[in-house]
């Protein structure tokens, strides 16, 4: 049953995880490309195109590997460098005040957590149902 739980479990989580990344390449940044490379430019994001494209190929590729449990650990890896530039661009809460600030930081804290998730995955991998590990591998993760 313990075995029953972690696979399902890692799943389910790999599922939920990629959802976020994989919905924003897919349903915000390459329908509204243009709008969102003026938001990154106005936020002083050098080359924003070229770091639009970057960052849409980091979170299709992150996320489809997260959630496939294909080369997990560089696919956890790509989605975080992308929530260290993203945090670091949009959301600097220290800029700033009042209600904005409380949002900025909300934002933040919400990023560090998904960061932590990424260093999650690439410390333990996508656990035992996944494509990096055959259903045959009895070791555990």
């Given amino acids: 049953m313990r075995q029953l739980a972690q696979n399902v479990g890692s799943v389910a989580g790999r599922v939920m995880i990629s959802g976020i990344f994989l919905a924003s390449a897919l349903g915000n940044k390459i329908p509204n490309f243009s709008q969102v490379t003026e938001k990154m430019a106005s936020e002083g994001v050098p080359l924003p195109g070229v770091m639009l ?9 992150g996320g489809a590997s997260v959630v496939l449990g294909y080369r997990t650990r560089f696919g956890a890896a790509l989605l975080l460098v992308f929530l260290v530039l993203a945090t670091y661009f949009f959301h600097d809460y220290w800029n ?5 600030r409380q949002m900025q930081m909300i934002q933040f804290m919400k990023n560090a957590s998904l960061m932590g998730t990424m ?8 656990g035992a149902l996944s494509l990096d590990r055959p259903v045959s591998d009895e070791r555990t993760t």
Avoid: H, R, V
């Fill in 119 to 126: 260093l999650l995955l690439i410390s333990n991998g996508p």
């Fill in 53 to 61: 494209t970057g960052a849409i190929a980091f979170l299709i590729a």
């Fill in 96 to 100: 700033f005040e009042g209600a904005d």
